[in-house]
């Protein structure tokens, strides 16, 4: 009887101290005072996980436009209301698709990317080599990623809105002759800076930290072996992807809930 | 307190989860000389290593590393002391992001304030040392193993440390890098007045440069002598691993029950 009970309350226990493990090393690594050296190391890593991140998030977003500008077109016309096409693209991405498939897209990506390259470091010894070398790798390694992936992805989320919103003016005006004025102008009134934009820049912001602490954690914390990085790079998939869903929910019960 | 060595290892018990790696371990590293820490697959070689360096914390006893008990140093005053040793990675641990160049320069840049001219000639005189120089430009994927972990072998010096742990420093190596490093270690640490630990399986290699050998097993030090006393011991346990014997002391089966035992429809 006691058995599953025992069980039960131990998986809880260890899964609860991997959480304080991962707090733990998310406060040592972020904590430090900023140096100018470790600046190269930024810009370094901006470029592996923001700009290399940049194919796949334009080419989902011009084409997740084209479908928003699709789809909006045919429901809207049967109403008459094809003019609204642009509001009804904007306001879909710039509140919901573009955090929400942006960092979805970032988590399998980049944050794959980075758990296995980190955990490659820690295979190979790199880590503990730091380290003998008197350098913590918590602030070498970690950090400067961390920080890269909390850098770009707002960034990713605010260019893949622009490109979708254009994609959507592809078809609904270039290719099905909605008029030009209405989609720029409907979206102009309809979307407010604070409402909308921001709302969702704050829904980039969050999804970040959560898949670049995931992502440095498993990393980190990982088995140093072929199947223990494997085994770590799926769970920053799994674990970032659920929480970004789940976070989603919440933050827009937060930030619109009020309206219903 | 002043010990004799400049590592001394006094009644350490380590555990991996319930599995004792070390039981009251005792034994002294020599000023000066090369020491060979050998023993079979699983007999904590590698963590002994890392316990020396400070990587792992013993569960019980302590470790004195030049006179001071590693566990009860801060994070600065032990990487003071690791600035005056060095480690030679099995793997070699090159950082892959930066050139052979770099990877001997790391050290420096992070712990010496050389000038551009200076940093520049040490790291071609460690390179030079490990007949390496030719290669500064070469990433580590463009290296052989050999190659590596002869630039890791300059890397580990370029600080000049008084102290170098090699954490088995020819496995996989053919036998000419074998030759090459055996050399390498021998001369460094006569030129360089080094003391260096050297964990190894590889009897010959090991015995051919070690002034001294610890042999460890079943969490303990079996003995430590001269190659030339360990080559002539009756002992069971040291002649089963010196000369390679399968079977013996150290048995050749994991533990479990007997065959017949064992067998589907063979026990009553």
Redesign the interface.
Known sequence: MMGPIADLGAGLLSKLVRMGEALLMLLQAIIVQPKASSLPRLIQQLYVVGVQSLIIILVSALFIGMVLGLQGYTLLSAYGSEQAVGQMVALTLVRELSPVVAALLFAGRAGSALTAEIGL?KA???L??L??????PLHRIVAPRFWAGIISLPLLVAIFSLVGIYGGHLVAVDWLGVYSGSYWGNMQQAVDFNEDVLNGMVKALVFAFLISWTAVYQGYSCIPTSQGISAATTRTVVYSSLAILGFDFILTALMFGGAV | MTTDGIINIQNVSFYRGDRAIFKNLNCTIDTGKITAIMGPSGSGKTTLLRLIGGQLQPDDGRILLFDQDIAKLNRKQLNQLRARMGVLFQSGALFTDLSVFENVAFPLREHMNLSADDLYNRVLLKLEAVGLRGARHLMPAQLSGGMARRVALARAVAMEPELILYDEPFAGQDPIAMAVLQRLIKDLNSAMQLTSVLVSHDIAEACAIADQVILLGEGQVLVQDTPAALQASTDPAVKQFIHGEADGVIPFHFPAPSLQQDLRGQSE
Do not use: K, L
Request: proline share 0%; charged share 25%; no cysteine.
């Open positions: 470091m190979t010894e790199q503990a080599s380290e003998m070398f008197g350098v913590d």
